[in-house]
């Protein structure tokens, strides 16, 4: 397509701007200068013999007056025309200058004498001609003077408004003036100084002379220094020095009228007006035979530009039909004035049944309004683009689109309608909506996905991190961007995760692979991985499944089958040992009586029927741990066989352990073996005793417990319901970490040789098995131990005010809890029962960690803690560091001892919050509100 064409249409020598703000050139200076070197030749010659007196002739005067006059009133006009387009105050003032000049001139010439009349018309006086001479000639340097220090390159002195005024006062000032000192030098001659007396100067003359002189001078000085210099100025001071000239000539050296100096200033004078008047008709001319050029060649032009727009015009026709896109043209009032070949596909309309119809033809009703903000934001010049929005079909479907809307113009500028070019996007909107979709899902899975998500370079760096990366690492992706996965992984599976990915990279997709990463708090987790590499963005994806808790159920379960398959054998032992010992008791007695009369032997068969007893009572033992003991359940009263429990334990235990009963009022019914219990409490109760050799507190409780779906998730053996919970708790040596999986093995103890069997614990789990119950132990070494019995509530009885409480709605918010808790499973249990209540939920392992996050987040509203918990500060003692930090924090505590317990040990002041594990949902629920408002 041709391009757009640069016309050139100035002179050769562009010089066609106004003189007064031309900058002058080095020849206008060289010129100038040459005049003025002329005229001071001329000067110098003729001033030894200004004062020779030639013949008068009064006709040079009224010559001379009338061309000056006629030259300064043609400058002035000139300059006025300057000033109409410039409007400045300077070239407003030297225009009123000249002006001055040329009314002064006239009058002086009719108050000459001898010219018009003897004594000069008017009324003038002897006086009269030679006063205006020096006024006129003092009053043309003050106008030159004023320009000077007006005169502004920037326009900074311009007059605003309609020029007219201005020239019409500049007019009738001059004329105004010039009354007046026409009436002061004719009416009031008298009162005048003499200047002339018979035709010579006087001193008083002298004097008046040389202050005009000196005017000049400054006025030609002050054009000197007020650069830069514009053409006007140049030629301004070439009239100043020939100004200079006339005054010295004829007011100075001269000797009196009509000799030679009187003529030659005279001649100086009518220069000193042609010099700006010459500058400015040559100006004129040269502008004319330029402006005479210029038209020529625009009208070769014009023809040329003629052809060269019509075949734009209709290679632009070409390209508007043959364009992909819809470009439609249509008035202001959305009548439709253009339609091309795309607009006829795209809408299904040919131009014939287009044009002329209103734009609404392919607008839906719904989108009216806005096709007539579009009409009325191009109608005042605003461009429309990248607009998407819906039109009709002529079958009636529907289709989008993306708008260009521009204002279309006529010849002389004037908006007179749009131009919009429509492209059709249905298909692609589409797509970038199902992409969008894709997306969307994809960010979403990454979200919320409890799997571990990372995408690496191929050097493994990470580049994407999930966030379920703080649930299963306790790390931020922020952590990891940017790192190696060399910082996380387990070396003994570091290089067998990068034969993992060389294999991905060889093309072996989705592998799969188990490697152990680090958690922030330095423990190891284990994590099975799937893995690919994309070979066009050049990237390692991997999804990795936290195996923890299946390692842990893996590991329940073993328990389980271990004690299951302990309880057989030992089930088995018992019984066959019972068949022997029935034999041995059934003979025992036969033998007794064969011996009754030997002593001797009497007495070895008494201790014979002892040992049979004890082997039977270690059956019995053996039979409990094995679920295999004949039991009678009943409905009972924990809280009375708990009471008469503790009556019992007194004389055993000794003065020194003190016996401390918590019982629930209204506690439920238990359908238990109440032998069975009572054993299991004495049994407790003596493990209890063994722990504490110099003595201390041994707690009693029982409570109305419900084990809900979250922890029978955490303890495959429980099964979610109400249970009664038997607690026997002490202030003992407790149980050290590593041996609590063990303490319910048969034949295991940590007691010294010959005081004890080991199947104290055992029996007692049994029972509690065999009765369809749970049992936890929650101990910590150096803090005492606490076993809850968790019995199943006998059936059959009315829901208890405890139970109407525990049903109540449950009531979360909106506030943010910090959960800290040493066991992984427990923690991450709290954490997604918190949520669950709408809590915002920060979880940290320790107290150390719970401190950093304490000091990094101040929008934390409660501190939810365990309070037994390793390392070198517990829960109390983190407690009340936060507070120290914190004071506005508040503190819920938690512990797998009951409360009774935990205050009795001193570890909890009274009246602080405490929740004690196992809870459910609604309990949890009502301490953390309790917390939040206390």
């Known amino acids: 397509m041709p391009t757009q064409r640069e016309v050139n249409v100035h002179a050769k020598n562009d010089r066609s701007t106004f003189l007064s703000t031309l900058p002058a050139v080095q020849s206008d200076r060289t010129a100038a200068l040459a005049i003025v070197g002329i ?34 009133i043609i400058t002035a006009v000139l300059l006025l025309s300057q000033f109409t387009v410039l409007r400045s105050r300077g070239l407003l003032l030297l225009s009123t200058g000249y002006l001055f000049t040329a009314a002064a001139a006239v009058t002086h010439a009719l108050t000459f004498p001898g010219l018009f009349a003897p004594a000069g018309l008017l009324g003038a006086g002897t006086q009269t001609t030679v006063w205006l001479y020096m006024i006129w000639h003092g009053g043309f340097p003050l106008f030159v003077l004023t320009y000077g220090w007006l005169k502004d390159g920037n326009g900074s002195n311009s007059i605003a408004g309609p020029a007219k005024r201005p020239i019409m006062l500049a007019v009738l000032g001059v004329v105004a003036a010039m009354i007046v000192i026409a009436w002061i030098v004719t009416a009031q001659h008298d ?37 830069p210099h514009t053409v006007i100025d140049v030629w301004l001071m070439v009239t100043m020095c020939a100004w200079l000239f006339d005054i010295a000539l004829s007011a100075i050296v001269n000797i009196a009228r009509y000799d030679l100096g ?84 795209l809408f299904g309309y040919s131009a014939t049944e287009a044009i002329g119809q209103s734009i609404y033809l392919v607008v839906p009703q719904d989108r009216r309004a806005e096709v007539r903000g579009i009409l009325n934001r191009i109608s005042i010049n605003e461009a429309i683009a990248q607009h998407e929005t819906v039109r009709t079909r002529k079958d009636g479907r529907q289709i989008d689109v993306v708008l260009n809307v521009s204002p279309l113009r006529s010849d002389s500028g004037e908006i007179i309608g749009a131009s919009k070019i429509a492209h059709d996007i249905t298909e692609e909107k589409q797509s970038r909506e199902k992409l969008r979709r894709e997306i969307e899902e994809r960010e979403r899975i990454f979200e919320t996905s409890r799997d571990l998500i990372l995408v690496t370079d191929g050097f493994g760096n990470f580049i994407q991190v999930s966030p379920s990366v703080k649930d299963i690492l306790g790390l931020s992706p ?132 002892d040992a049979a007893e ?15 003991q004949p039991l009678q359940p009943r409905e009972i009263d924990v809280n009375a066989l708990a009471l008469e429990a503790a009556k019992l334990l007194h004389p055993t235990l000794g003065e020194q352990i003190s016996i401390l009963p918590q019982l629930t009022e209204d506690a439920w019914p238990a359908l238990v073996d109440p032998g069975q219990l ?28 419900f084990l809900d779906d979250g922890y029978a998730s955490m303890n495959p053996d429980v099964v979610a319901g109400n249970y009664v919970m038997i607690a026997v708790s002490d202030t003992g040596s407790g149980i050290p970490a590593a041996l609590i999986d063990r303490v319910f093995d048969p034949f295991f103890t940590t007691k010294e040789v010959g005081k004890g069997t080991g199947l104290g614990l055992s029996m007692v789990f049994g029972f509690v098995k065999q009765s369809g119950g749970h049992i936890k132990i929650y101990s910590e070494e150096g803090h005492g131990t606490s076993v809850k019995i968790y019995l199943p509530r006998s059936t059959g009885v009315q829901e208890t005010e405890y139970e109407a409480l525990q049903n109540v709605p449950i009531a979360g918010g909106d506030e943010k809890i910090l959960i800290v808790e040493d066991d992984a499973l427990v923690r991450q249990y709290v954490v997604t029962q918190v949520k669950s209540l709408g809590y915002a939920a920060l979880e940290a392992a320790n107290a150390a960690e719970a401190l950093v996050i304490i000091d990094a987040d101040k929008d934390i509203d409660l501190l939810f803690t365990d309070v037994i918990m390793p390392g070198n500060m517990n829960g109390r003692q983190l407690a009340d560091e936060a507070a120290r930090r914190r004071p506005e924090l508040k503190t819920l505590f938690t512990s797998g001892y009951t409360e009774n317990a935990i205050v009795h040990h001193g570890r909890l002041d009274s009246g602080v919050l405490l929740l004690a594990k196992p809870y459910r949902k609604s309990e949890l629920a009502r301490m953390l509100r309790m917390a939040l408002v206390s």
């Not at 089930?571 to 003979?587: P, Q, R, S």
């Not at 005793?689 to 041994?698: I, K, N, Q, S, V």
Request: hydrophobic letters at 45%.
């Open 39 to 72: 005229s001071a030749i001329l000067f110098a010659l003729a001033v030894p013999f200004a004062g020779t007196p030639l013949v008068q002739v009064p006709a040079f005067v009224a010559s001379y007056q009338s061309a000056l006059a006629v030259s300064d």
């Open 191 to 227: 009162l005048l100084p003499v200047l002339l007396r018979d035709g010579r100067y006087t001193v008083t003359m002298i004097g008046v002379v040389s202050f005009v002189w000196s005017l000049s001078f400054a006025a030609l000085v002050t054009l000197w220094f007020r650069k």
């Open 262 to 345: 009187f003529y030659a200033g005279r001649l100086y004078g009518l220069l000193a007006s042609s010099f700006v008047l010459a500058v400015l008709l040559i100006e004129n001319v040269r502008l004319q035979a330029n402006t005479v050029g210029l038209v020529g060649r625009l009208r070769e032009q014009s023809a040329s530009d003629r052809d060269y727009y019509s075949k734009r015009l209709a290679l632009y026709g070409a390209v508007v039909e043959s364009s992909n896109d819809a470009i439609i043209t249509e008035s202001l009032d959305g009548v439709i004035t253009g339609w091309n070949r795309a607009a006829e596909r």
């Open 478 to 609: 922020e952590d990891m961007i940017g790192h190696s996965a060399t910082d996380f992984i387990h070396p003994d599976d570091l290089e067998n995760t990068r034969n993992e990915m060389r294999a991905a990279r060889r093309g072996q997709t989705k592998r799969s692979f188990e490697a152990r990463y680090y958690h922030f708090d330095g423990h190891e987790v284990s994590l099975n991985w799937m893995g690919t590499w994309s070979e066009p963005v050049k990237r390692h994806f991997f999804i990795g499944r936290d195996l923890t808790e299946k390692q842990a159920a893996e590991a329940q379960f073993r328990q389980a089958q271990k004690m299951d398959s302990i309880g057989q054998l030992t089930g088995g032992v018992a019984h066959d040992f019972n068949n022997v010992l029935t034999v041995i008791t059934g003979t025992i007695g036969i033998l007794a009586d064969a011996v009754a009369d030997r002593p001797e032997l009497a007495a070895i068969t008494k201790l014979i029927d």
């Open 614 to 628: 004890r082997g039977a009572q270690l059956t019995k033992h053996l039979l409990a741990f094995a679920r295999k």
């Open 678 to 705: 009572s054993t299991a409490i004495l049994n407790l109760a003596l493990n209890a005793r063994d722990a504490m050799p110099d003595g201390g507190t041994l707690v009693l409780e029982t409570r109305n417990i």
